[in-house]
C-alpha cells in the first residue's frame, strides 16, 4: 500500500488525526520508509564497484584465441575493454605479451592489404582488426621497455602504411605510437627512416586530422632531423611549405614553438633554405613570429633568418628582407630584452649586411640607432 494511500482516502476536510475513533498514532508514517532504488541508480553503483584485475591465465587465452581469424575482433574488443578499465590491467597485459602480439598483429594485416592477398570482404575485415589492434597498442600507455621491443624497421614500415591509407582515427593513432616508440629508439632505427615515413608525416600535419596527431607529427619530426640524412628526405617530401602554411593560421604557443624548432632543422640544409625563399609568406611569417609567440619561438625564428642570411643571402633575400620589415625586427631584438643568443644573432646578421641595410630609409628614425657598427 502506498504510504499515504489512508490520507487520500479521506474527505478534504478531515484528516485521520481528527476523525472519531482513530488513533493518529497509527497512522503516522513509519520512521523508516523502504526505499526503491530505480534501475539507473542500480547499474551506475555497479558500474562504480572496481572490477576484479584480470589474470594472466585470463590473458594468455585471450591471446591465443585471438589468432583465430573468427574470434580476433571479439578477443581484441575484449583486450579493449580490460585496457580501459585501470591501470593494473595496462601493465599484466604488457607483461603478458600483449603489444608484442598487438605489433605483429598490424604487421600482418597492413603487408596482407598492401600485397592484395585478401578479398574486397576480408580486406574490410584486416582492415578493422588492425584498427583494432591499433587502438588497444595505444591506449596501453607502454613502458619504455614496452615502447622498446616496438621499434623495428618492420613496425615503422606498417604504421608508416597505415597513415598512408588508414582510416582517420589510426592514422591518428599511428603518428602518436610512433612519436612514443622514436623518444626511446636507438640512433641506428632513427637515421633508416624511409622518405615515405616522411612523405606521410607532411601528409598528417596537412590533413590536421587533430591536435595531437599534429602535434606528435612535429614532435617526430624534431626527433628525426638533427640527423642531416632526415632533413633532406622531410625537406623533399614538401615538409617545408606545410609547415609555413600552418605558421600562418596557428596562433597557439606550443605548436607555433614545433613548427618553429622543425623550420630550423630543415633550414640548415640549402635545401631546406631554399624551399622557404620559394614560398612567398616564407621569410615573412618567420618574421612575424619573433617577440609574439615566446621567448623560445623568437629564439627559432630567429636562428631561421640567420642561416638564411648566412648561407642564402643574394641581393634580392637581402632586399626582400629589408622591404618586408626583417632588419627592423633585428634592431628591435637587439634593444629589448629576450635571450642572449638571440641578441647576438640578430647583431651579427646586422653586422653581416651593414652595406646593404644600414643606411636604408626602411629602417625607423629610432631604431637605427641601435644598429651595430661594423
Not at 127 to 156: H, P
Not at 239 to 248: E, G, R, Y
Request: hydrophobic share 40%.
Amino acid at each position: 500500500m502506498d504510504l499515504f494511500s489512508e490520507k487520500q482516502h479521506l474527505p478534504r476536510h478531515e484528516t485521520a488525526s481528527c476523525r472519531p475513533g482513530i488513533d493518529a498514532q497509527h497512522h503516522s508514517p513509519p520512521p523508516h520508509p523502504v526505499l526503491v532504488h530505480p534501475p539507473r541508480l542500480a547499474r551506475r553503483r555497479e558500474a562504480a564497484t572496481p572490477k576484479a584485475p584480470v589474470s594472466k591465465p585470463q590473458l594468455m587465452k585471450l591471446l591465443k584465441d585471438a589468432n583465430s581469424p573468427q574470434k580476433q575482433i571479439k578477443c581484441l574488443e575484449t583486450l579493449k575493454s580490460m585496457a580501459s578499465q585501470n591501470q593494473t590491467n595496462k601493465r599484466c597485459m604488457e607483461a603478458a605479451g600483449a603489444a608484442e602480439f598487438l605489433s605483429s598483429l598490424v604487421v600482418k594485416k597492413t603487408l596482407e592489404a598492401s600485397r592484395g592477398e585478401d578479398s574486397e570482404f576480408d580486406l574490410s575485415d584486416s582492415r578493422k582488426a588492425c584498427d583494432e589492434a591499433l587502438s588497444v597498442l595505444y591506449s596501453l600507455q607502454l613502458s619504455e621497455s614496452g615502447l622498446k621491443s616496438l621499434n623495428n624497421s618492420e613496425f615503422v614500415e606498417s604504421l608508416t602504411l597505415v597513415m598512408q591509407s588508414g582510416s582517420y582515427e589510426s592514422r591518428a593513432y599511428s603518428v602518436m605510437l610512433l612519436k612514443s616508440m622514436l623518444e626511446v629508439a636507438d640512433p641506428s632505427l632513427l637515421i633508416n627512416l624511409p622518405p615515405e615515413f616522411f612523405a606521410e608525416l607532411a601528409q598528417i600535419l596537412n590533413d590536421q586530422i587533430s591536435q595531437k596527431a599534429s602535434k606528435a607529427a612535429l614532435k617526430v619530426l624534431i626527433i628525426a632531423c638533427p640527423w642531416g640524412r632526415n632533413r633532406i628526405k622531410a625537406v623533399e617530401s614538401g615538409s617545408v611549405p606545410v609547415l609555413i602554411d600552418l605558421l600562418l593560421d596557428s596562433y597557439e604557443k606550443r605548436a607555433c614553438e614545433m613548427m618553429l624548432t622543425v623550420l630550423d632543422f630543415l633550414c640548415q640544409c640549402a635545401e631546406g633554405r631554399a624551399e622557404l625563399l620559394k614560398h612567398g609568406a616564407g621569410l615573412a611569417i618567420v618574421s612575424k613570429k619573433i617577440l609574439r609567440v615566446s621567448q623560445a619561438a623568437s629564439e627559432r625564428a630567429v636562428r631561421i633568418l640567420h642561416s638564411v642570411a648566412r648561407f642564402s643571402a643574394t641581393p634580392r633575400v637581402l632586399q626582400e628582407m629589408l622591404q618586408i620589415g626583417i632588419v627592423t625586427k633585428l634592431c628591435l631584438v637587439v634593444q629589448v630584452e629576450c635571450g642572449s643568443k638571440t641578441k647576438e644573432r640578430a647583431r651579427d646578421m646586422l653586422k653581416l649586411h651593414a652595406r646593404a641595410w644600414r643606411n636604408s630609409t626602411c629602417i625607423p628614425k629610432n631604431l637605427i640607432s641601435s644598429y651595430p657598427s661594423y
